[in-house]
């Protein structure tokens, strides 16, 4: 594990190179390894969600041997979650990441329940589970009601698109997107969005797939990646090709380094990430101040 701190100002600023080849075309964009039009994406990879949302969590389980429970367990703790919170999980529609923080609310209620003057357990949790696709949505509300949680009023599902927030500026103390952040169209537009809906001091949060750059270990990731993982798609999910995109969405999306100048361009201050499994995944914070 490594953690690494991202200054704005390092003679100025993340080479300005980065920034500028971090910005997408504004007619043309990635799908996978194809070009499409902007307005294709969308309608793309929501349907590559419609198809794997039934299996989703499965083929997470699969494809990262069960690690994907850690790497969220890790996104929380991050977070330190507290109760009468506001939060926002965008690109969470199975609701993974919103049941951790939950649970992490809760536990601390549970702790503090012998001091019932405690002015923040007064104040209602409000966890905000957003997703553009519904049958992802759909898992999340299933899932819900499997754990018992289906009337917690904690839990608020909202359909909506992470480049444009339905939500108030200034209005969340944390915002996650776990797996999320490589499918949108336009990474600069999610990122200002995130910015705009929260407070003074509160904390952007993103998990997601990255770039190895051990040599050894990333030609066996490379082979893992694109001989494996769309083979496990086809034998679990029944769906080779939306596995093929998933696989290809993550050599696309930007290194460590330039997602973190690109955080921080938005506005964010004191951002920093930290790699896993060498690279394999990473996660990105920075604060609103």
């Not at 389980?61 to 109760?83: I, N, Q, T």
């Not at 990646?225 to 093929?244: H, K």
């Not at 690109?262 to 990430?273: L, N, T």
């Amino acid at each position: 594990m490594a953690l690494r701190l991202v200054t704005k100002n390092l003679s100025g600023r993340i080479s300005p190179k980065l920034c500028s080849a971090s910005l997408l075309h504004s007619h043309a964009t990635s799908f996978g390894f194809k070009e499409v039009r902007e307005e294709e994406k969308s309608q793309m990879v929501g349907k590559v969600f419609s198809n794997v949302a039934s299996n989703y969590d499965l083929m997470n389980d699969f494809m990262s041997g069960g690690l994907h429970r850690l790497w969220k367990d890790r996104l929380v703790s991050k977070l330190s979650p507290f109760p009468g919170m506001k939060h926002l999980d965008v690109a969470g529609g199975t609701g993974d990441v919103a049941f951790r923080i939950l649970e992490s609310v809760n536990s601390i209620k549970r702790r503090a329940l012998q001091d019932p003057l405690n002015d923040d357990l007064q104040e209602e949790t409000r966890i905000y589970v957003c997703d553009i696709n519904p049958n992802m949505l759909d898992v999340g509300k299933n899932r819900a009601l499997e754990k018992g949680l289906g009337e917690d009023k904690s839990l608020v599902w909202v359909q909506g698109d992470a480049e444009a927030l339905s939500f108030e500026d200034n209005s969340m103390d944390g915002y996650t997107i776990a797996f999320g952040i490589r499918n949108v169209t336009h990474i600069e537009k999610v990122l200002s969005e995130a910015y705009r809906v929260l407070k003074r001091g509160g904390r952007f949060l993103c998990l997601e797939l990255s770039h190895v750059d051990i040599p050894v270990f990333k030609e066996l990731y490379d082979f893992y990646s694109f001989s494996v993982i769309p083979r496990l798609g086809e034998i679990v999910a029944g769906d080779r090709e939306s596995y093929q995109y998933l696989v290809e969405s993550i050599r696309r999306f930007p290194p460590q380094e330039k997602f973190a100048s690109m955080i921080a361009d938005a506005g964010f201050q004191k951002v920093e990430y930290e790699n896993l499994v060498g690279g394999v995944v990473a996660i990105h914070s920075g604060l609103k101040i």
